[in-house]
Nanobody, 124 residues
């Protein structure tokens, strides 16, 4: 079971990148997918997420209007389109897959799988 984020790189301010989150050994269908980032010396923060049925999305205020999360069920991949990148977007970006299930006591449990990060560097 593996989750992989890819698509990072070095770009200039104002340019775009598209990150991909794909899985190996399990399907992303039925999972809510989130993108997180961690800049040097800072805590990991949530950037965006998409619900299991794609009818609900969330964006941090800092990326609203610039980033778009989407899912391709056929390719088992979730994307994060990042436009108008800024130097403050520089960070390692991670994706995570959340699966909600019910345990033997019928209690809801969220199982989270983290992927390896991909570096995004935006120069001014």
């Amino acid at each position: 079971v593996q989750l992989q984020a890819s698509g990072g790189g070095l770009v200039h301010a104002g340019e775009s990148l598209r990150l991909s989150c794909s899985s190996r050994g399990f399907t992303l269908n039925g999972h809510a997918i989130g993108w997180f980032r961690q800049a040097p010396g800072k805590e990991r923060e949530g950037v965006s997420c998409i619900s299991t049925t794609d009818d609900d999305t969330y964006y941090a205020d800092s990326v609203k209007g610039r980033f778009t999360i989407s899912r391709d069920f056929a390719k088992n991949t979730v994307y994060l389109q990042m436009n108008s990148l800024r130097p403050e977007d520089t960070a390692v970006y991670y994706c995570a897959a959340d699966l909600l299930y019910y345990n033997s006591r019928d209690e809801p449990v969220v199982s989270r799988t983290w992927g390896q990060g991909t570096q995004v560097t935006v120069s001014s």
